[in-house]
């Protein structure tokens, strides 16, 4: 674990890292107000990989150590991210997104991921969970609402030791009713650095420009007014 400096933060908290913009920014907000953070990376058989080795990396530059947990969510599959026979869905434009659940939902992961991530965090003795859960740009997952983390709050508190102690577990996500220009906007006004941050489904470093995460993530840095700093990046290393 990574202890941070300054006097004005205080406790502890363990965030959950998928290396996207959300839960990036969710990493810069945590550290900005936790004196320890624990960055928790999921190895769950995606199809989209090179997302784990870059939010190490981010972690790693932040000064953080990160945790990477491996389970295999391709035994269950159901979705174009960890079953590789279902194709990601590409789209010329965000219009074209169809309402309902998409095939990139892979069936209850952030239930999972919040109940392996409260296991740990009893273990290290940490009580608040970050994530970077919004609804404004994924109104069709249903693992990613108010309502949501309400019920999966309840349940690790009922059913982990914090039933029998004052001290309670508490799922935070700051950006659950922001836009994704808006979670970028705060990130750059802390300092965040996007350059290793991954979205795109199609399991490249380089992004495809066609699934709708892809689509989504372009939409929200123009709304900013700014390059991606992915983009930059790679233009920087001769990759695009």
């Not at 990493?27 to 995606?46: C, H, K, M, N």
């Not at 784990?52 to 599959?77: E, H, W």
């Not at 095939?103 to 740990?120: C, D, E, K, M």
Request: proline share 4%; with cysteine; hydrophobic share 40%.
């Amino acid at each position: 674990m990574k202890v941070r400096g300054k006097k004005t933060k205080k406790g502890q908290a363990l965030v959950l890292l998928s290396g996207g913009i959300d839960s990036t920014t969710a990493l810069y907000w945590a550290s900005q107000r936790y004196e320890t953070v624990v960055p928790v990376i999921f190895d769950y058989g995606q199809r989209h990989r090179a997302e784990i080795q870059m939010a190490q990396k981010t972690a790693v530059r932040m000064g953080f150590k990160p945790r990477v947990i491996k389970i295999d969510l391709r035994q269950v599959g159901g979705s174009a991210l960890t079953d590789k026979r279902i194709e990601v869905p590409s789209f010329k434009k965000i219009e074209e997104i169809k309402e309902g659940l998409p095939i990139t939902y892979v069936p209850f992961r952030n239930g999972i991921f919040i109940s392996i991530a409260a296991a740990l965090a009893e273990t290290l003795g940490l009580s608040d969970i970050i994530c970077g859960f919004n609804v404004i740009d994924s109104p069709n997952y249903p693992d990613t609402t108010g309502s949501f983390i309400r019920a999966m709050e309840k349940a690790i508190n009922e059913g982990t030791g914090a039933k029998f102690s004052q001290q309670k577990f508490r799922i935070i996500a700051p950006f659950l009713k922001k836009k994704k220009s808006e979670i970028i906007a705060y990130g750059l006004s802390v300092g965040a650095d996007y350059s290793y941050s991954i979205t795109c489904y199609s399991g490249s470093e380089i992004p495809c420009g066609r699934c709708s995460a892809c689509l989504l993530r372009a939409q929200a840095w123009e709304e900013v007014s700014q390059e991606d700093h992915l983009i930059s990046r790679l233009k920087k290393e001769g990759k695009i």
